[in-house]
C-alpha cells in the first residue's frame, strides 16, 4: 500500500523496443487506476518524469516512452528485473463509466496513443457497455508504428484506422499513407451520440477539432489530453497550470469546453 505521495521501488518485469525511439516497459505494480492516468517515474541521480499509463490490468502497468533527454534515456536501459521508483498514480483520466453507452473515436498521433491504449484496453474489456469505437492512429512512418502486435484483435472489437505519414524510400508497406487527419475526415459518422478522446502533437489535436466540428461535434463531446511540463504532480508546484487548471489534478485529460491552450 503506502501513500501515493511517496516514490516506491518497483522491479520492471519487461523492456521492449516499440519503434527507433521508443520503448515499453512492465512493472510489477498492481495499483488501482483509471485509464488516462499517469504516473511518476524515477531513477535515483538521474531524475523523475511524468509518464501516462498505457495498459490497464490489475496485474501490472505498461509505460510506453519515447527517448527524448535524460530520463527518458536511462529508463530505455532498464532491464528484467531492474528496480525503479515510482509514485501516483495521479491526475483525471479518461470518463469512460461516464459515457457508457455511447459510441467512442480515439484518436491518436506518435506516442500520444499510449495513454489512449489504457483507454481502449478498458473498452476491449467493458466492450457490450459501448456503442461503435474507432480508433485512428496516426504515425510518422511505419518504422514508428506503436502496438503494432494489438491491431488483429484491435480490428476484432473496433473500426481501427492507421496512417503513416509518409514512406521512406525502399520501404514495404501497403497501409495508409497519409495524415491521419484525412482518415478523420473521410469517415462518414454522425455527431449524435459521439464521444472523442485524442492525444497528439498540439498541430495534430488542433487540425482534428477543426475537422470534428465540420462533422457537428460540439465542443464538450472532445477530450484532449495535455503533457505540460510538471514537477509535483499533485497541485502544489503549479507548474502545469493551463487557464487556471491544474494538468497534474485536473487534467491530464480535458474537455475541450473547459481548456483551449492544451
Ligand atoms: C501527464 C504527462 C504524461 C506524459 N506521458 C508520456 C508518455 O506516456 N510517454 C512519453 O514518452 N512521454 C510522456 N510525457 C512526456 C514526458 O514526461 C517527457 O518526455 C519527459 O519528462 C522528458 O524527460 P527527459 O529527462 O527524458 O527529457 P528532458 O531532458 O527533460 O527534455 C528533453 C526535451 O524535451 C522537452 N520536454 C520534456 N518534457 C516535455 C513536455 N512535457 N512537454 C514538452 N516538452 C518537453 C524539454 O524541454 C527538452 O527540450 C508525459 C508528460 C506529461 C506531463
Redesign the pocket.
Known amino acids: 500500500m503506502g501513500s501515493k505521495y511517496l516514490p516506491r521501488s518497483v522491479k520492471v518485469v519487461s523492456n521492449k523496443i516499440e519503434s527507433a525511439d521508443?520503448f515499453s516497459i512492465v512493472l510489477d505494480w498492481k495499483i488501482k487506476h483509471d485509464p488516462g492516468q499517469?504516473v511518476q517515474i524515477s531513477i535515483p541521480g538521474i531524475?523523475e518524469?511524468?509518464?501516462?499509463i498505457?495498459s490497464y490490468s490489475k496485474k501490472h502497468i505498461q509505460?510506453?516512452?519515447?527517448?527524448?533527454?535524460?530520463?527518458?534515456?536511462s529508463l530505455s536501459k532498464l532491464k528484467k528485473g531492474d528496480r525503479v521508483f515510482v509514485r501516483g498514480p495521479y491526475?483525471s483520466g479518461y470518463p469512460l463509466e461516464e459515457v457508457k453507452g455511447k459510441d467512442v473515436i480515439f484518436i491518436g498521433g506518435g506516442?500520444g496513443v499510449?495513454?489512449l491504449k489504457g483507454g481502449i484496453e478498458y473498452l476491449e474489456k467493458y466492450r457490450k457497455h459501448f456503442g461503435e469505437v474507432f480508433l485512428f492512429v496516426g504515425y510518422r512512418s511505419p518504422g514508428d508504428i506503436l502496438f503494432e502486435d494489438k491491431h488483429d484483435d484491435w480490428k476484432k472489437d473496433f473500426h481501427l484506422f492507421v496512417s503513416v505519414d509518409k514512406l521512406p524510400s525502399k520501404t514495404c508497406y501497403s497501409g495508409n499513407v497519409g495524415f491521419i487527419t484525412e482518415l478523420v475526415e473521410n469517415q462518414k459518422f454522425t455527431a449524435k451520440n459521439k464521444v472523442v478522446f485524442m492525444c497528439g502533437p498540439p498541430i495534430m489535436m488542433e487540425k482534428t477539432i477543426e475537422i470534428l466540428k465540420k462533422k457537428g461535434i460540439k465542443e464538450d463531446q472532445i477530450y484532449v489530453?495535455?503533457?505540460?511540463?510538471?514537477y509535483c504532480a499533485f497541485g502544489l508546484c503549479c507548474h502545469?497550470m493551463i487557464e487556471g487548471k491544474l494538468?497534474?489534478l485536473d487534467?491530464?485529460v480535458f474537455k475541450l469546453s473547459e481548456v483551449k491552450n492544451f
Do not use: D
Open positions: 521508443t499517469f531524475g518524469a511524468p509518464i501516462s498505457a509505460l510506453t516512452i519515447r527517448k527524448v533527454g535524460n530520463v527518458t534515456n491526475g506516442c499510449a495513454p489530453s495535455s503533457e505540460r511540463l510538471m502545469c494538468t497534474c487534467g491530464p
